[in-house]
């Protein structure tokens, strides 16, 4: 009787909800949509400051881009960015055929999408002249068209103090980019060094893409300029970075700021409190990739300790973790322990040190202070 009451009021389910869902004369094959998720991008709190995850340069249809604006926040959202901008070339509109060229277009177009998906566009824009002196990227202005210079003798000045006068946060881009092709592009040029004495230059992209710009790193940090690491994307995100893949972000800079809004982020930039985030590499003043690796990596206490019977020395054993999504290669330099150790995402490694010592030493070979310096990072051992 039982049995029968059941079987009965399944049927009157089942019959209920087929009712409910009108047949359409489709069925859904969902196995192998995309799953609809935000991926979350784990670095702890440094010194107080949230570690904002930013790209703030990037192309669409409305220059020489080939998606809509609309692409560019649902990569972010995907992702776990938490601070894009859009920065289309003001001089360089290849698609103006098929396009209205209007500068600031591709922003407008997705301030309401970026507002519902809880990432903070900045309005920005991409002073594009020959090279030298290259291209700047202007953040926080107000209007982009205006910025376009006229016809004019001085079209680079021009250009710089138009931004410069929207009260913008401006840095070069990629300026080892034509080295080869333009030599004498590639050095700090009497343009640049103007900007700066005038300062109307705030940073340098030292991570282009997927390229490291060495002397870049060297001039922002010789400088005191603002250190940025951006996509440039021009295709999607997934045509250029394998994104799917296990621990694979596309280049960023992790910007140190008081809080997840725009004017935090320009405090943080005018400040100088980013580290350059690109493949398994950190680029930055050492001051701020140590407070990086120290909010990251933690030492436990010796778990255990072995002697060995013949040559007498004893061993003791740590656990070093990676208490963040990014990557750490440590090299020993002094003191006698493990000589190598691969900090993967989210991880944990054994760490072994013969005992007497008080600490060891190691080179963090995945982060660059100098375009030929890694930082330096002791373990105190307890
Ligand atoms: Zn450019
Ligand atoms: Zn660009």
Same mark, same amino acid.
């Given at each position: 009787m039982k049995n029968k009451l059941t079987l009965l009021g399944s049927l009157f389910l089942m019959s209920m909800s087929l009712q409910a869902q009108t047949d359409d004369g489709i069925i859904r094959l969902s196995e192998f949509a995309y799953p609809v998720k935000r991926q979350n991008l784990n670095i702890p709190d440094v010194n107080g400051f949230k570690v904002l995850k930013c790209d703030f340069h990037m192309h669409t249809v409305f220059t020489d881009g080939h998606v809509w604006p609309n692409v560019r926040v649902q990569e972010a959202w995907r992702e776990g960015l938490d601070a894009i901008s859009y920065t289309e070339h003001m001089e360089y509109n290849p698609h103006s055929a098929d396009v209205k060229v209007d500068h600031n277009r591709s922003h407008d177009l997705a301030v309401e999408l970026a507002k519902e998906n809880n990432i903070v566009l900045v309005k920005g824009t991409e002073v594009t002249r020959q090279t030298p002196p290259g291209h700047f990227n202007a953040l926080f202005i107000q209007d982009a068209n205006v910025l376009v210079a006229d016809n004019n003798s001085n079209l680079d000045q021009e250009a710089i103090d138009k931004a410069y006068a929207q009260k913008a946060f401006i840095f070069w881009n990629h300026p080892g980019w034509k080295a080869t092709a333009i030599p004498?592009?590639?050095?700090?040029?009497?343009?640049?060094?103007?900007?700066?004495?005038?300062?109307?230059?705030?940073?340098?992209?030292?991570?282009?893409?997927?390229?490291?710009?060495?002397?870049?790193?060297?001039? /922002?940090?010789?400088?005191?300029?603002?250190?940025?690491?951006?996509?440039?994307?021009?295709?999607?995100?997934?045509?250029?970075?394998?994104?799917? /893949?296990?621990?694979?972000?596309?280049?960023?800079?992790?910007?140190?700021?008081?809080?997840?809004?725009?004017?935090?982020?320009?405090? /943080?930039?005018?400040?100088?409190?980013?580290?350059?985030?690109s493949s398994n590499y950190l680029f930055g003043k050492e001051e701020n990739v140590r407070n990086l690796v120290n909010a990251s990596i933690s030492v436990s206490p010796s778990y255990h300790e072995k002697t060995n019977s013949k040559t007498k020395v004893s061993t003791k054993y740590y656990e070093i973790t990676n208490n963040s999504d990014l990557y750490f290669e440590l090299e020993i330099k002094e003191g006698k322990g493990t000589k190598r150790i691969v900090l993967y995402p989210e991880s944990t490694q054994i760490l072994t040190a013969e005992a007497g010592q008080s600490k060891l030493s190691y080179e963090i070979v995945s982060t660059y202070i100098r375009s030929d310096k890694h930082l330096l990072f002791d373990i105190n051992l307890k």
């Open positions: 004498g592009s590639y050095e700090w040029i009497d343009f640049v060094e103007k900007m700066y004495q005038e300062k109307k230059l705030h940073g340098i992209e030292v991570v282009n893409g997927l390229g490291f710009h060495k002397k870049a790193l060297d001039w /922002a940090l010789d400088r005191n300029l603002t250190i940025i690491g951006n996509t440039d994307i021009h295709n999607l995100i997934a045509h250029d970075y394998n994104i799917e /893949a296990p621990g694979v972000h596309r280049t960023m800079t992790l910007v140190m700021a008081k809080d997840r809004s725009a004017s935090g982020i320009r405090e /943080a930039l005018e400040a100088g409190r980013t580290v350059a985030w």
